[in-house]
């Protein structure tokens, strides 16, 4: 079983950056694909971002493409995810998730296993 904890939301300008952190406990942290999902109210979870167990691949949603990186310190046990040129459509609370597979379903919430509480992100305009 994982735990997951995010951290590094907060309020910021459009244009603006933020790095977001999801800390993971247990020893098999790199047995798993990462990824971020963001979801704002009354909409469902949307996926951002993914990357391999070794960190050498990632997938983006195509709205953050060239503006979001994810990235892991399998030593750290952590995950990122480097939010820059924000702009007020990424308003969301910030999920990171956690599944084996790197396969089909990579891109649906329900496929993945494990979930923090969320990190608020806010970017005025």
């Known amino acids: 079983q994982v735990q997951l904890v995010e951290s590094g939301g907060g309020l910021v300008q459009a244009g603006g950056s933020l790095r977001l952190s999801c800390a993971a406990s247990?020893?098999?942290?790199?047995?798993?694909?990462m990824g971020w999902f963001r979801q704002v109210p009354g909409k469902e979870r949307a996926f951002v971002a993914a990357?391999?167990?070794?960190?050498?691949?990632?997938f983006y949603a195509d709205s953050v493409k060239g503006r979001f990186t994810i990235s892991r310190d399998n030593a750290k046990n952590t995950v990122y995810l480097q939010v820059n040129s924000l702009k007020p459509e990424d308003t969301a609370v910030y999920y990171c998730?956690?599944?084996?597979?790197?396969?089909?379903?990579?891109?649906?919430?329900?496929?993945?296993?494990?979930w923090g509480q969320g990190t608020q992100v806010t970017v005025s305009s």
């Open positions: 998730a956690a599944r084996k597979s790197w396969v089909a379903g990579l891109l649906r919430s329900s496929e993945y296993d494990y």
């Open positions: 247990g020893r098999t942290f790199s047995s798993y694909v």
């Open positions: 990357i391999t167990w070794s960190g050498a691949g990632t």
